[in-house]
């Protein structure tokens, strides 16, 4: 008897609880990148200027980011988010090296595909989307 195959058959029962609490997690550290930028909370040195491009991003992070923890509206917020990212990464990472480890863009790079993937295999167990029938779980 060969392990893999077994294995892969019991584990992929977890599979739509397994997504659903990527998407959870992933959008619960995304949504406090939100609450750092427009609420100073958790501390913040500083607060980016109203309609700046740092604040459309907190708002983004902040209101996309608790959608995609509810699982509201799942496959276009995590779209958007995922372009949102992609964008982070070209204007603010890129330009300060090519190795992601040196320029910072790690975070912004793993939320983008991460988002990316949400997209494509949608919200997973314990989300408003799944409770509306808008989903299949």
Request: aromatic letters at 14%.
């Amino acid at each position: 008897m060969e392990i893999l195959p077994v294995l892969v058959e019991k584990l992929s029962k977890f599979q739509p609880s397994a997504l659903g609490l990527l998407r959870i997690v992933s959008a619960l550290i995304f949504f406090e990148h939100g609450t750092q930028k427009l609420l100073g909370f958790p501390a913040s040195d500083s607060m980016p200027a109203f309609l700046s491009l740092g604040w459309t991003a907190g708002v983004l992070e902040l209101v996309g980011g608790f959608l995609l923890l509810i699982g509201l509206f799942s496959r276009p917020v995590a779209f958007l988010l995922s372009g949102q990212m992609a964008v982070a990464y070209w204007l603010a990472h890129a330009p300060r090296g090519f190795y992601p480890a040196l320029n910072g863009g790690d975070a912004a790079i793993l939320y983008c595909f991460i988002f990316l993937f949400i997209v494509f295999a949608g919200p997973g167990r314990w989300s408003v989307d799944g409770a509306l029938g808008r989903e299949r779980v």
